[in-house]
């Protein structure tokens, strides 16, 4: 494609590899040193090659919370961290990606993530707590135990998403909007903790944390190529 274009893929395959193309501009740098923050105004423009694409695709911005990295000094690791996000995020049916009941699980979302901070320590110690999710029943527990730490806000977006759109997210200190070719889908206060970086992917992975249940985690066959095109990638600081 063009300058300031792209074009997304991932081959078919079936559900026992990963597939994954994505663009970001946080590489292995620490938390503190990703770029963005408010105010500060995202746009783009995307279409997606289906409707019902398999695994999960989206973009926005997030602190790349689950991921593990060296920094360039190779003297403090980057590691797993509780989500903080502002994105257009779209899961397939198999996701299911609320802790909250009253939220969408799945579908596609203008969505965020505010997280309480807390120490690495602290979190790798209730690892084993979460890994309650995969005994029958004990789920809800820990999807409570979960909004103790997380704010979510999330609605879901109306659009044909095989046809171009225009995509805007405002980033105020205190509320965040969504916009759809230049209409309000919706505003929340519920608004991340910056330092933030850029994420546009598209990949054929699911999770579900549903209300009942067991925690499910893996991937997702696709018999034709996914993609995602994007194009005119703006963030602007406001100030």
Do not use: C
Not at 176 to 189: G, K, M, S
């Amino acid at each position: 494609m063009g300058e300031n274009s792209w074009h997304l893929e991932i081959p078919a395959g079936n559900r026992l590899q990963y597939r994954l193309a994505q663009l970001d501009d946080h590489g292995t740098h620490q938390r503190s040193k990703f770029r963005w923050k408010p105010p500060l105004t995202f746009s783009l423009q995307a279409r997606v090659s289906a409707e019902a694409l398999p695994g999960t695709w989206g973009f926005g911005l997030w602190n790349d919370p689950f991921n593990f990295a060296i920094t360039y000094n190779l003297l403090m690791p980057r590691l797993p961290a509780l989500p903080d996000a502002a994105w257009f995020f779209h899961a397939a049916p198999e996701n299911y990606l609320s802790i909250y009941d009253h939220l969408p699980a799945n579908g596609f979302l203008a969505a965020t993530f505010s997280s309480v901070k807390i120490s690495t320590a602290v979190l790798l110690l209730m690892s084993p707590v979460l890994a309650l999710t995969l005994i029958p029943g004990a789920a809800q527990g820990v999807r409570r135990l979960l909004r103790r730490l997380v704010k979510q806000d999330a609605a879901q977006v109306q659009a044909n998403l095989t046809d171009w759109h225009a995509y805007r997210i405002e980033w105020e200190a205190t509320q965040i909007t969504f916009y759809l070719d230049d209409i309000e889908l919706t505003r929340t206060n519920i608004v991340p903790h910056p330092p933030l970086s850029l994420v546009i992917w598209i990949d054929n992975q699911y999770a579900a944390v549903p209300p009942k249940g067991i925690l499910k985690f893996g991937y997702s066959t696709n018999t034709d190529p996914a993609w995602m095109e994007i194009k005119n990638i703006r963030l602007q600081e406001n100030s």
